[in-house]
């Protein structure tokens, strides 16, 4: 028996995607051959879905052992304060927290969240023959994803919490995700040391979490 069908010649071959949609109405009701908005209401849920067909996650509420910073640390310090960087050991340019392996990304919009408390010596920006106030130094924040600057921000100054994200569209497989911080410039006159010897905390993160989410569908 001949099937009724909505799909008709037309000038120049053009189409439009509603007469697919059209003939499958048309031909039969199976549900194999609905399109979604036909469905029952609620029928795609996450119950009839493949794990991660609509999203994952990946995070770790406790960078390393202890949520600080490891990587850049000064023994020489007072007994009291944070075994933080130093003038002596702070090498000024970009240093990484941590970097991590986003395994099974499957291509979509990938966002990446960072927080963090920051400590930042406002001593490094007003020093000794400075007779004016001066202005906080930052603690730069920075989120890599396969090598590309997903967000930036100056990041805080003197104490405080701080937080950074970004969201961008990465192809399909293992991510790799990289979180790194930058002191700001010293004065060139700042003290570097105590009256008692011990070398000048200058900045530390500690409390340090971060947040991956992405989104397939």
């Known amino acids: ?13 053009s189409i439009s995607p509603d007469l697919v949609n059209d003939e499958l109405r048309a031909q039969q009701s199976s549900m194999t051959t609905l399109d979604r908005s036909q469905m029952p209401s609620g029928f795609v849920n996450a119950a009839r879905l493949k794990d991660y067909a609509l999203m994952q996650a990946w995070y770790d509420d406790q ?23 130093t003038i002596q050991t702070s090498r000024g340019s970009w240093r990484t927290l941590v970097t991590e392996t986003l395994a099974g ?8 969240e960072w ?6 010596n ?19 924040m920075r989120i890599l994803v396969n090598g590309i600057n997903l967000a930036e921000r100056r990041g805080g100054g003197l104490h405080q919490q701080c937080r950074i994200f970004g969201s961008q569209l990465f192809p399909p497989g293992d991510v790799s995700l990289s979180l790194q911080w930058r002191s700001g410039d010293q004065s060139q006159d700042a003290a570097q ?22 989104r397939y569908r």
């Open 122 to 140: 406002n001593i490094f920006a007003n020093g000794l023959n400075d007779g004016s106030p001066g202005s906080p130094n930052y603690m730069g």
């Open 115 to 120: 927080s963090a408390n920051v400590y930042v």
């Open 193 to 214: 040391t105590t009256s008692g010897g011990s070398r000048v905390p200058y900045g530390h993160l500690w409390n340090n979490r971060w947040l991956a989410i992405g």
């Open 63 to 85: 960078v390393g052992s202890t949520g600080e910073q490891t990587n850049e640390q000064d023994t020489g310090v007072p007994t009291a304060a944070w075994v933080s960087s």
């Open 105 to 112: 990304f499957r291509g979509g919009s990938l966002y990446v």
């Open 1 to 13: 028996m001949k099937k009724w069908t909505q799909l008709e010649a037309r000038t120049g071959a």
